[in-house]
């Protein structure tokens, strides 16, 4: 099982990032997957999810309206569309497929994903 992020990098307060997940070695018709986030000296936290039944969405509240999750089935791939950046989106941005077979995205507590990427260092900054 592989997930590989990429997009991250440098913008400025207000610009616009898009992020991918790309995935390998497990059934991906059949998990959700879910993006987080970890700036220095917090937490890891839940930032996105999209189940692959029906495509259905979630965010965190500190996102909605900003960011907006997809995912390309023909290329196994998550994207995670990041508009109107803010300092305090600067963080590494992990993706993960949810833990145990399922198509529908569980609570966005990192208990419940695994196969954790590497992550890609986003930072907004002026």
């Known amino acids: 099982v592989q997930l590989v992020e990429s997009g991250g990098g440098l913008v400025q307060p207000g610009g616009s990032l898009r992020l991918s997940c790309a995935a390998s070695?497990?059934?991906?018709?059949?998990?959700?997957i879910g993006w987080f986030r970890q700036a220095p000296g917090k937490e890891r936290e839940g930032v996105s999810c999209?189940?692959?039944?029906?495509?259905?969405?979630y965010y965190a509240d500190s996102v909605k309206g900003r960011f907006t999750v997809s995912r390309d089935n023909a290329k196994n791939t998550v994207y995670l569309q990041m508009n109107n950046l803010k300092p305090e989106d600067t963080a590494v941005y992990h993706c993960a497929k949810r833990s145990g077979l399922g198509r529908l995205c569980p609570n966005l507590h990192a208990i419940n994903f695994d196969s954790w990427g590497q992550g890609t260092q986003v930072t907004v900054s002026s």
């Open positions: 999209v189940s692959t039944s029906d495509g259905t969405t």
């Open positions: 070695g497990f059934s991906w018709d059949y998990y959700a």
